[in-house]
């Protein structure tokens, strides 16, 4: 059973320049969020995406957006990139549940983006 | 959110148990407890989460004080590929309508000495 995919798993950029990252979700989920890692910190939470549509987001600029497609899989895009944007970019999944209660998440590896 | 606090490293001697200290002092009626652990190169990893009672499942045991200020993770035999990060993280129940979050701290680096 094939978890979260993400690709590339490695890239370069300069600044100013625009991004774009890729992710499946594990089968059977239909729900996305993108976390960010700086180096040595925990991930913090970007956006979430459920039935195409943005759900919740954390404390970041209008810079990063996001899309998610009708067969679940999604992208994080970054524009005019700056030197701070270079992290660890982490996809997770997750399968809307109708019952009250916790949710559990699935990480991809993640894209690694250096931003020079 | 409410906050956790556990100990920046740790260290531990392999197929010894460990245990991973988190505090929540703030914790509300209707948080779970969730531990994720990240291995080097790797994204987090779910481990075990709780609301009130005591959890075990294959990969460890989760000890919750019965005041839910506080809980403990346990390895039970740590080897070499369980060195990692491990986040104790406190969530709200999930609610649906798609929306949901993880807020992580720092972490706890677990070191496993051969």
């Known amino acids: 059973d094939a978890g979260v995919t993400q690709s590339p798993t490695h890239l370069i950029k300069t600044r100013g320049q625009q991004v774009t990252l890729r992710c499946s979700p594990k089968?059977?989920?239909?729900?996305v969020s993108w976390y960010q890692q700086a180096l040595g910190q925990g991930p913090q939470f970007i956006f979430q995406y459920y039935e195409e549509e943005e759900r919740q987001r954390g404390n970041f600029p209008d810079r990063f957006s996001g899309h998610q497609f009708p067969n679940y899989s999604s992208e994080l895009n970054v524009n005019a990139l700056l030197l701070g944007d270079s992290a660890l970019y982490l996809c997770?999944?997750?399968?809307?549940?109708?019952?009250?209660?916790?949710?559990?998440?699935?990480f991809g590896a993640g894209s690694r983006l250096t931003v020079l | 959110d409410a906050k956790t606090t556990q100990p920046n490293s740790m260290e531990s001697n392999e197929e010894e148990p460990v245990h991973l200290p988190c505090n929540h002092s703030?914790?509300?009626?209707?948080?779970?407890i969730h531990w994720y652990r990240q291995l080097p190169s790797q994204g987090p990893e779910y481990v075990i989460h709780g609301l009130t009672s005591n959890v075990n499942n294959r990969m460890a045991s989760l000890a919750i004080a019965e005041d839910r200020k506080s809980s403990t993770l346990i390895l039970h035999r740590a080897t070499l590929r369980d060195a990692a990060v491990y986040y104790c993280i406190l969530s709200p129940a999930y609610s649906g309508a798609g929306s949901y979050q993880l807020t992580f701290g720092k972490g706890t680096k677990l070191s496993v000495i051969p």
């Open positions: 089968s059977g989920h239909d729900t």
């Open positions: 997770a999944s997750s399968l809307v549940s109708r019952v009250f209660g916790a949710n559990v998440l699935t």
């Open positions: 703030t914790i509300s009626g209707t948080d779970y």
